[in-house]
């Protein structure tokens, strides 16, 4: 059996997907699961094990009729006996229609006539089990599984070394991810970085360094005494120094996810276009979350409303 899923978003979306990914897997060990997925979500697949090929396409980008015949073209040689789409979308499902493949699955909405089997989605229904429910239509009735991700060893061994880099080794540390300075200032981010050290002074405090955050990370380390940086290069090591944490904050986003995924205990800080029970397992005790109220921004949360939720049992 060939199994094609197109998920449309970045990284993020994967995440969300792989439990559905996962699940196939187990239920039909000899398919053969491809993806495809835009160019900035490819790298998720690094610490999937589910998938046999990842292939690029951008659903987002305005692509010519080329761009979907070269789409249709690949899809029609790999000679698939079902497609899931994770998001309605027109032109996939006429492409997918064109393709030939048996069976096409996807949610209602825009060109459903198209598909074979339509699943009726929740809105407001946690986005991982929304997924999942689109094995319905290929017979599995499986108890949805959380997110889990598979780390290459030489992963988890560059998060030791980093570890000893940094001589948090023994003590454990805290992790944020702060994001673009866009998302929320430093002002915030440091208040909350002193007020955890004012209450567990022996406990060190590392900051995640990402191509978006280096003026962020450079106001922060102006203002948070003894901070430390580490600089994970893929998704692979920034997996792996999250699972190493006693504690993962950070502000919504891709990394968010893979906090849920590794079992730290996570505390989220979440803008109010974020709902928090559609993109978080909220009924884990080790999920926590702060949301902006609604029409605000992210940045008008109070860190002191942070730093209660992380004191909160």
Not at 48 to 72: H, Y
Not at 166 to 187: D, K, R
Not at 260 to 279: D, E, K, Q, Y
């Amino acid at each position: 059996m060939r199994i094609l899923a197109l998920i449309p978003g970045g990284t993020g979306d994967q995440l969300l997907f792989f439990p559905t990914l996962d699940t196939l897997k187990q239920q039909y060990p000899n398919a053969e699961i491809d993806v495809v997925v835009e160019p900035r979500a490819m790298a998720a697949y690094r610490v999937c094990q589910s998938v046999n090929r990842v292939l690029k396409f951008d659903f987002s980008d305005r692509n010519s009729l080329a761009d979907f015949g070269n789409l249709l073209g690949t899809i029609r040689d790999r000679e698939y006996d079902a497609a899931i789409v994770s998001q309605p979308i027109f032109s996939i499902n006429i492409l997918l229609w064109l393709s030939g493949i048996p069976k096409r699955i996807s949610f209602a909405g825009q060109g459903d006539f198209l598909l074979t089997d339509i699943i009726n989605a929740d809105a407001q229904e946690y986005a991982v089990t929304k997924n999942f429910n689109l094995l319905i239509s290929i017979g599995i009735e499986n108890p949805c599984p959380p997110i889990k991700v598979n780390l290459p060893k030489s992963d988890l061994d560059w998060a030791t070394s980093e570890q000893k880099r940094l001589g948090i080794q023994q003590s454990g540390f805290i992790l944020l991810n702060c994001g673009a300075y866009a998302s929320y200032p430093a002002e915030s981010w440091a208040e909350i970085a002193i007020g955890i050290q004012s209450k567990l002074p022996n406990l060190p405090i590392v900051a995640i360094d990402s191509v978006n955050n280096a003026d962020l990370l450079k106001q922060l380390n102006t203002k948070v005494p003894n901070l430390l940086i580490t600089s994970p290069t893929d998704i692979g090591k920034l997996t792996a120094i999250i699972a190493a944490a006693n504690l993962f904050v950070c502000a919504e986003g891709d990394a968010m996810q893979l906090g849920v995924a590794v079992g730290t205990a996570l505390v989220a800080i979440l803008g109010s276009n974020t709902p928090a029970g559609v993109f978080l397992p909220i009924q884990e005790k080790r999920i926590k979350y702060v949301q902006a109220s609604a029409g605000q921004s992210l940045k008008a949360i109070d860190p002191k409303i942070v730093l209660e939720k992380i004191w909160e049992g």
